[in-house]
């Protein structure tokens, strides 16, 4: 195993014989404004005590300069990835100066250099382990301890980290340097540094004798994008929520929010610096759905400075003590708390979705999984740690209730905080609030991996993989209206595989009503019958959103034919007006026409459909969230069918004036030209004059998708050699590259390079950052329905890395459905 693949056991050791009682990182960051400098200078002092006289500093750099231990300097023995540190003491201070690398992948810290005005803007993403590529360190998360950084960078600049600065000194080379306020103890994944020309603005939240200072910042390109007022909202809504549930103040000073560019995640919970994609800064209209799902992420990494900041996992086995709890409070927040109040819905259709998936993955894990190093780790922030477990939670607080859910958390914070948890310590605060032993839910839940799937069969309610579930079933019925209400609900309790239930009659029976438990659910005949006819009557949008859930289950699982749902979605789609649920729809369309309509009838189906969301954007609401879902649906499906090319290109070049109210923003125009090139509709010479109206980083990006996604030989071979051999791309461009190669209907244009992808895969992983190799290995993956070729593959390659292997695994298996779910529909 590589030296920079940190195993479990290892670092339980090192905890075991070092603790560390104090961090100086000290970092210049002048370089930073010549893109031809790779470097910066790094200097680490650490307190420390030891047990043992050896033991090693984490470090991924260009190079390790010198090593002092107790104020004598030692041979540096640096292999890449660890640094030695031999003669400790009881009582140790340890320094490291070193020359680290700006990043282009999105790990360690990121250098990006926006085209609208030449600025160079730096930020930190660490999680779950490159904080050692930025400074020497402990890479693990049980080493808490305080962290003083010192930045030195241009005067002009805004530089921020985890605390307030405490003193700022001018240089006379036109450079500053800000030393920060102390932090609380803390972990190094969750340490923060930005730097650059950002535009900021403040604000504050008060709570008793509480006062936190708030900040929002972003690109100063991106300012007059800016809609700080709704974010400082949004946080003030969360921060009281939480004061009140949690009753333990926010710890960590101040509390500032940034939005910063070719970001890998949606955000990352830094206390007192928070980053967030700035995806989330809407360049143009965007619908409620966006700003909800926005405000769920403000929401959710707000959610961890207590879930994860505060208490820490000890290890990455325990991940879901912070991630699923995230991500139920998120959504719980956000309908307590904010205007969001239907975000059960965006939960129930989308994120749930995304934990089904996994769930059905053969490289399926329990929520609290064995991770044994960081490779696997890295692969685990995954639909199960996420979506189910959040689901697993919200179906904990209808077993154990409210309160007693509330109260654990209030004692698990008082007697943890600033330290290291495991799974049972949770578990104990939970049965002392609660009264119930927790043991066997955990066992049922926590600790097994699968869904089961609910159905009714002569009066009994049955499921597979049978676990405890507390959950409700709903009786719908036609009012004086026509349309479909809730007239009965029956809560029950289940555990065994069949469970005699009393219902009474109606034409929609909803299983899992309100969506308390994680299941999958099959609706009976004649439900499935209303719902074909009457969807966009159910009045209730979570009732909306189950049955959907529903049907989309059934078509993944070969059970309900493809073109019954397509049939559904064309029907009640453009009568959507819940935009998380249309969204679900749009999407969930497009993908099954691309993988679960057989071949031979994906023209045809493609066409029906594009002709369904051009129809819906002419005819929504001028203006309209819904009208913007559509038009966005409309690039998409012309990317699978070319029938209304000409119609895009004339509403693009403003020959024909499209929906009436329809703004065409330059992500929307992006993506039109993008399916007019994958279907050869457009030429070069058009992206080069889009590209002279919107010149910024992000037309950039899309200007080299859209070049990359013309269907001709001659591209796919450029794109794939600048894909897989050009290390100067970005984890963005990189992106774009492959997203540009899948692009177009035309499988012969790419079908050749297969051998060509698994011939380089064991070169990819070892050779590239685990962001950029797993980009490669998942983008890249033949889609050609060759099984044979990826179980030579697999057969070859047993010794390769285990990570590896589980993401060429769970392809294979997503190939494997696609195959099966196409033959269904083609025996129909």
Request: glycine letters at 6%; aromatic letters at 10%.
């Amino acid at each position: 195993m590589s030296t920079a693949n940190l195993n479990r056991t290892e670092v339980t050791l090192r905890s075991s014989a070092v603790s560390v009682t104090d961090y100086r990182v000290e970092l210049d960051l002048r370089s930073a404004v010549d893109p031809a400098v790779a470097t910066f200078k790094t200097v680490t002092t650490i307190e420390m005590t030891s047990t043992v006289d050896s033991t090693w500093l984490d470090f991924i750099g260009r190079a390790v300069e010198s090593v002092e231990v107790n104020g004598r300097r030692i041979a540096v023995e640096y292999d890449g990835a660890r640094i030695a540190l031999n003669g400790l003491s009881d009582v140790n201070v340890v320094q490291v100066a070193a020359l680290a690398e700006y990043s282009r992948s999105g790990e360690g810290l990121h250098r990006f250099v926006d085209d609208a005005d030449g600025q160079p803007y730096l930020y930190t993403q660490y999680e779950p382990a490159d904080a050692r590529r930025v400074f020497a360190c402990f890479e693990q998360p049980d080493m808490k301890a305080p962290f003083t950084f010192v930045v030195t960078a241009p005067q002009s600049w805004e530089v921020l980290s985890n605390q307030v600065p405490v003193q700022t000194d001018s240089n006379s080379t036109g450079s500053k340097t800000v030393t920060f306020a102390p932090t609380l103890p803390i972990s190094t994944y969750i340490t923060a540094v930005a730097a650059g020309p950002y535009h900021r603005v403040s604000s504050g939240w008060s709570r008793g004798d509480l006062t936190v200072e708030l900040g929002v910042l972003c690109r100063a390109s991106l300012a007059q994008y800016l809609d700080a007022d709704d974010v400082f909202e949004v946080t003030r809504q969360g921060l009281d929520f939480y004061a009140d549930a949690f009753d333990y103040p926010y710890p960590f000073g101040k509390y500032d929010q940034i939005f910063v560019p070719e970001y890998n995640l949606g955000a990352m919970e830094n206390p007192g610096l928070v980053t967030f994609t700035e995806s989330y800064v809407f360049r143009g209209k965007a619908t409620a759905e966006q700003y909800q799902r926005r405000a769920n992420t403000i929401l959710h990494e707000m959610a961890h400075m207590w879930f994860g900041d505060l208490v820490t996992m000890v290890w990455w086995d325990d991940l879901w003590l912070k991630e699923s709890f995230a991500d139920f409070m998120g959504s719980l927040v956000s309908v307590e708390a904010t205007r969001f109040t239907d975000a059960w819905v965006a939960f129930a259709i989308k994120r749930k979705a995304w934990a089904y998936v996994q769930d059905q993955l053969p490289t399926t894990h329990p929520i609290v999984a064995d991770i044994v190093d960081l490779e696997a780790a890295k692969l685990n922030f995954d639909g199960i740690t996420y979506a189910k477990g959040a689901s697993v939670l919200k179906q904990l607080v209808a077993f154990v209730g409210r309160d007693a859910f509330f109260e654990a958390s209030r004692k698990y914070f008082r007697a943890n905080a600033f330290g290291n948890t495991r799974l049972v310590d949770f578990l104990d605060a939970l049965s002392t609030t609660s009264g119930r032993d927790m043991r066997d839910w955990s066992r049922a839940w926590l600790e097994t991996t699968g869904v089961s799937t609910l159905t009714v069969e002569g009066g009994e309610l049955v499921q597979t993989d049978p676990r405890p579930h507390r959950l409700a079933v709903g009786v719908y019925n036609y009012g004086d209206t026509g349309d479909l209400v809730r007239t009965a609900r029956v809560e029950v309790d289940i555990s065994a595989e069949r469970t005699p239930i009393d219902v009474p009659a109606g034409p929609l029976i909803l299983l899992n009503d309100d969506d308390l438990t994680y299941a999958k659910i099959r609706l009976d005949a004649a439900s499935l019958a209303t719902v074909e006819s009457s969807l966009e009557r159910v009045v209730d949008p979570l009732a909306r959103g189950l049955i959907l859930s529903s049907l989309w289950n059934s078509v993944r699982d070969g059970e309900l034919s493809v073109f019954r749902y397509l049939a559904v979605a064309e029907q009640s789609g453009p009568s959507e007006p819940d935009l998380a649920i249309l969204s679900s729809i749009t999407a969930d369309a497009q993908f099954a026409i691309a993988h679960y309509v057989p071949r031979e009838l994906r023209s045809s189906a493609a066409a029906g459909w594009l002709a369904t969301a051009w129809k819906a954007m002419f005819e929504s609401e001028p203006e309209s969230g819904r009208q913007l879902a559509w038009a966005r649906a409309c690039a998409a499906a012309a990317a699978l069918d070319d029938s209304r090319a000409d119609a895009l290109r004339a509403i693009l070049l403003g020959e024909s004036p499209g929906p009436i109210g329809l703004a065409l923003d330059p992500d929307l125009r992006w993506s039109m030209w993008i399916a007019l090139a994958a279907t050869g509709f457009a030429e070069p010479s058009d992206l080069d004059h889009e590209l002279r109206s919107d010149g910024t980083s992000a037309g950039r990006i899309a200007h080299a998708r859209a070049l990359a996604s013309l269907p001709t030989a001659a591209t796919k071979q450029r794109v794939w050699q600048a894909a897989t051999t050009d290390f100067t791309l970005s984890n963005d461009h990189l992106d774009a590259m492959i997203g540009g190669f899948k692009a177009g209907v035309d499988a012969s244009l790419i079908e050749g390079y297969a051998a060509d992808y698994f011939a380089s895969l064991r070169t990819w992983w070892s050779g590239r950052s685990i962001e950029i190799a797993r980009r490669l290995v998942n983008g890249l993956f033949p889609a050609s329905g060759d099984l044979i070729a990826v179980d030579r593959w697999l057969d070859a390659n047993a010794d390769a890395p285990a990570s590896l292997r589980r993401l060429v695994l769970e392809k294979r298996d997503n190939l494997s459905r696609d195959l099966k779910v196409q033959a269904f529909n083609s025996a129909l």
